[in-house]
Every structure is written in C-alpha cells, then in structure tokens.
C-alpha cells in the first residue's frame, strides 16, 4: 500500500484543517487507517484510528478531531478542528493488518507510511 498525505498549512489558533490520505496498490479497505504526529524533538504521538467502521482517538484530540475514510475513495480523512498552536506538528498516515485492537495506538502496529504533511497552527 502506498500512501500520500496532503492538506497540511498555516491556520490560526481556533482554526480547522482537513487532511486527506490517499491509498494506492492494494485493497485499502482490508486495512485499518490511522493517523500520527510527529514534532521536532519528540515520539511519534497517535492521533486517530478507523478500524472496521470503529473510531478511536488520543485523549487530546477527542472532541476536535475526526477521522473517516471512503473505501470507495481509497481515501482517509482527518477533520482538525479547534486547532491549538500545540497541535503543530507533522502529520503522518498509516495503514496496517494483524494488529490487536488494544495495539492501534502504537506505530509498530502499522506497516504503511505516507510522508507527512505538516501542520502548523499560530497563536
């Protein structure tokens, strides 16, 4: 599976972004999605996970944050509202298969990456 992140920028505190992530090479619907972070200095944080229609998110980002995918699409979407300068970061998508429900929130979990777009939210 070759994944591709795009829709990061600038956006002021308060703001929304929505990325998207799009899937190519294999069937993306036998995959469960998610979305990373990464900033400078710091441990790729986990955002968000779809997996069989089931959605799951960091404690931080429940309430502002929203992830959905269109199989038909091969598409995965991450919806950022309210936007905080601490949510500056590189985004990353993934796909994985074989993880245990409990394990979605680790990147070892997940055998695809896209590139990483990046989000930078100004106070």
């Known amino acids: 599976v070759q994944l591709q992140a795009s829709g990061g920028g600038l956006v002021q505190a308060g703001g929304s972004l929505r990325l998207s992530c799009a899937a190519s090479?294999?069937?993306?619907?036998?995959?469960?999605a998610g979305w990373f972070r990464q900033a400078p200095g710091k441990e790729r944080e986990f955002v968000a996970a779809?997996?069989?229609?089931?959605?799951y998110y960091a404690d931080s980002m429940k309430g502002r944050f929203t992830i959905s995918r269109d199989n038909a699409k091969n598409m995965v979407y991450l919806q950022m509202n309210s936007l905080k300068p601490e949510d500056t970061s590189v985004y990353y998508c993934?796909?994985?298969?074989?993880?245990?429900?409990?394990?979605?929130?680790?990147?070892?979990?997940?055998?695809?990456w896209g590139q990483g777009t990046l989000v930078t939210v100004s106070s």
């Open positions: 090479g294999r069937t993306f619907s036998n995959y469960y």
């Open positions: 993934a796909a994985g298969a074989g993880g245990i429900l409990s394990s979605l929130r680790l990147p070892r979990s997940y055998q695809y």
């Open positions: 779809i997996r069989r229609g089931s959605t």
